[in-house]
């Protein structure tokens, strides 16, 4: 929310300096920018809402005179499974070296100095550096999504509760079915994640406009928190509901 704030309290002076540099012959150059940023938006949420529902089934049980389970849900696997936190991975490793080369081109070593303005250079290469962050996210994202997934507990949790992939053996061959699935799933999500990092650059290289402030990330942040507190907003509403009865 801190960050949310500080993207959002940033926006009022964003716009008033790209009307401060508008031009009227780049009319729709800015046209251009307004849609990139609505398919931005629209985009974030589609994939941000986005998930894959793999059906799951309850063998029925008996105890005592009840009868449990028998019943049929969906284990929700979500496109964007990592949410931000592969972006900020990327964006420090890619922040690591120039500030390294900043520190030691003034060394009195000549080849360390030299070293230092090739590695400053290349970083301050835009295409090098739009590459480099776009696999970085991509790589990223595949990392955090395998720490945070985990098929063999879910595979292990659902065979524990009577739980079962309709068409899938439970244990090992559910496990090995859901990383099938999510990996399908993570492409998409991470190639996703990765034009989002480069945002800025192909908003720089379509429009020529450079002074957007606000990136890919914050509008992932922005939009992500939004979506949240709706969330979090419908959630209290339905409590309240049912307090009422």
Known sequence: LIIFAG?????????SRIFATQDSSQFFTYILLLII????IAGIVFVNEGQRNIPVSYAKRIRGNRMYGGTSTHLPLRVN??????????M??????????????????????SAARFIGGIFQNQL???????????AFTYFYTAVVFDPNKISESLQKQGGYVPGIRPGANTAEY?????????LSGALFLGLIAVLPFIVQ???NINSVSI???????????????????????????????
């Open 92 to 113: 420090s490793i890619m922040l690591f070296p120039g500030m390294i080369a900043n520190f030691l081109v003034n060394v009195s070593n000549p080849t360390v100095a």
């Open 37 to 40: 940023i609505i398919a931005a």
């Open 215 to 245: 990136g890919g990330t914050g509008l992932l942040i922005v939009v992500s928190v939004v979506i949240e507190t709706i969330k979090q907003i419908e959630g209290q509403l339905v409590m309240r509901d049912y307090e009422g009865f």
């Open 81 to 90: 499974q990592a949410g931000v936190i592969p972006i900020i991975f990327a």
């Open 178 to 186: 859901l990383y099938h699935i999510m990996n399908r799933i993570i």
């Open 128 to 138: 090098f550096y739009g590459i480099t962050y776009f696999f970085l996210v991509v």
């Open 7 to 15: 993207i959002v309290a940033g926006l009022p002076g964003a716009v």
């Open 205 to 207: 290289g379509a429009t």
